[in-house]
């Protein structure tokens, strides 16, 4: 309110001080403008709220800014699949010989929680999603559009849970050789195109797609793969995505992976048997 004051707006702009799921309302809106966009855009589950305020506050034909959001996975080139493996080791190593250590000197044997140790560092190490800036030099092929939303008619419940198949091509060689990739990464954009009614004259994009220049402050999260896939196996990646809440924190998601590996032939995906079908479950904190 004093920002509006001393810019000489206070006969123009109306600050109301509320959450939107309390907020009153003498008339219906023309635009609603949020930032809501979390990790992988989903994360935090901010869109609930905006969906009550268009719901009850946006007139017929009226703009949401942004207007639309995709979603995108790609394979990227990664050492840090390798490292997470080796520093998972390394802390199972490290319990073992405090295992031994209390056992001897103690007399107290701890190991009946090892299994529940090694699953802490399971998820912690190995199954949990990181913030990374992807150079695009990373990527080892072209991303796939997982989901378009459009914000004006989305549903909390399309919003809550997504289910959707993608297929990747792989490059099967680098600049230092075959392809080897070490993470999915997944990023989102969104557009500022107004509404069907009210078109923007200008179409502006945010993307979070790796950049040459560094990552927005989103970023992208990268789900590493232990071990790595080769390309060599063949460099088709036919597969299921799977995102959902987590039952205790509904701003967190899981996200399941599950996929085929092979190659092309008369138009058709072939599988490669010897590898059969891969998944993994990932932590988006």
Known sequence: RKLVKANGLDSVVEVIQSTIEEVELSEKVDVIISEWMGYFLLRESMFDSVIIARDRWLKEGGAMFPSHARMFLAPIRSGTAQQKQSEFEDSCAGWDEFVDSTRT?????MSVLTETFEQEQTDFFLNTSAWVDVHPSQLL?????LKEYDLHTVTLEEMKDLDTNFNLRVLEAGPTGPSEFGAFCGWFDVSFNGSAAN??????????APD?????HWGQQAFFLSPTIKASDGGVISGRLQLKRKQENQRLYDLRLSWQQGSMAGGKMVPNAQIGETSNIWHIE
């Open 105 to 109: 000197n103690y007399g107290v044997d």
């Open 199 to 208: 078109p923007t004259e200008t179409k502006v994009e945010l993307t979070t």
């Open 141 to 145: 092929g072209a991303p796939c559009v």
């Open 212 to 216: 040459a220049n560094g990552a927005t």
